[in-house]
């Protein structure tokens, strides 16, 4: 579990530097500081895997049977948002923090097929993390709202959440996860 902590404290870290640091985030350097904040980041995401799959399975709560369906439709939706941020389609000019609404939608959904104490520190810390940001990002930059993008842009988002979702699939299931079940309990 301390490896999963540490993971996630680096990935809070590398992400907010700037938000609540940015004097010595900017004493980094330009491209020094894009380095070092990429470095903490991917040494989160390795700690958080090698943490989370080593840690010990502490049950906390019980998942409803059929969450896992309900998991793989809010994945879904999820991606969608990680990829709407980036095409710049309708979507993104209606909701400010795309990205960081698909992180909160996947850690939540994550929470509904995972009652252990591990899931609750990896997936509740990454959607208070996601909350958090949308705080501090809104706090210090005003939105200028854009125009919406053209709706063909938007089901490009559409195809890469599902092309991703087939992919994360594959992985769950090569991992010995699979998400198809309905429910992981």
Same mark, same amino acid.
């Given at each position: ?14 992400? #907010?530097?700037?938000?609540? /640091?940015?004097? %010595? ?7 020094? *500081?894009?380095?070092? +904040?990429?470095?903490?980041?991917? /040494? ?6 090698? *943490?989370?799959?080593? &840690?010990?399975?502490? %049950? @906390? ?22 990829? &709407? *941020?980036?095409?710049?389609?309708? @979507? ?8 960081? #609404?698909?992180? +909160?939608?996947? &850690?939540?959904?994550?929470?509904? +097929? ?12 990454? $959607?208070?993390? $996601? ?9 210090? +930059? %005003? ?15 559409? @195809? /890469? $959440? ?7 699939? /594959? ?7 699979? %998400?198809?079940?309905? #429910?992981?309990?």
């Amino acid at each position: 579990m301390t490896l999963l902590i540490i993971g996630l404290i680096l990935w809070v870290l590398s992400h #907010t530097l700037k938000r609540i /640091a940015p004097g %010595p985030r900017a004493a980094m350097g330009d491209q020094a *500081g894009k380095g070092i +904040v990429a470095l903490m980041a991917l /040494a989160g995401i390795v700690l958080m895997v090698i *943490g989370y799959r080593g &840690a010990e399975v502490v %049950p @906390v709560y019980a998942p409803l049977p059929g969450m896992g369906h309900l998991n793989n439709l809010l994945m879904l939706i999820a991606l969608f948002f990680f990829a &709407a *941020g980036s095409v710049k389609g309708v @979507v993104a000019s209606k909701v400010r923090h795309n990205m960081l #609404t698909g992180l +909160v939608i996947w &850690a939540l959904s994550h929470l509904l +097929v995972n009652g252990d104490l591990a899931s609750i520190v990896l997936f509740g810390g990454l $959607a208070l993390y $996601a909350v958090a940001s949308m705080y501090l990002i809104s706090r210090a +930059v %005003p939105w200028d709202r854009p125009a919406p993008g053209p709706l063909k842009n938007d089901m490009k988002a559409v @195809v /890469a $959440a599902v092309v991703l979702y087939a992919v994360i699939a /594959a992985i769950h299931w090569w991992l010995g996860y699979n %998400p198809f079940l309905g #429910t992981y309990s």
